[in-house]
């Protein structure tokens, strides 16, 4: 067990890009999230435009 985490001598190169990697994809999992609802209120705005002009 102790090898896994020794990494042959190279554990802090091995673990740290496994945590950036780790953190990379969860700041792409929070960009995604946020232009997916920039999206949709920006498609609820427009629906709202269009039927205000559909009034008149």
């Known amino acids: ?3 896994l985490f020794s990494q042959g001598g190279y554990a802090f190169y091995v673990w740290s890009s496994y945590g950036m990697g780790l953190i990379l994809l969860l ?3 929070v960009q995604l ?3 997916h609802r920039t999206i949709l209120a920006r498609l609820g705005r427009l629906m709202r435009m269009q039927a205000g002009r559909g009034n008149k």
Do not use: D, G, I, T
């Open 33 to 35: 999230r946020n232009r």
């Open 1 to 3: 067990m102790a090898e």
């Open 27 to 29: 700041v792409e999992l």
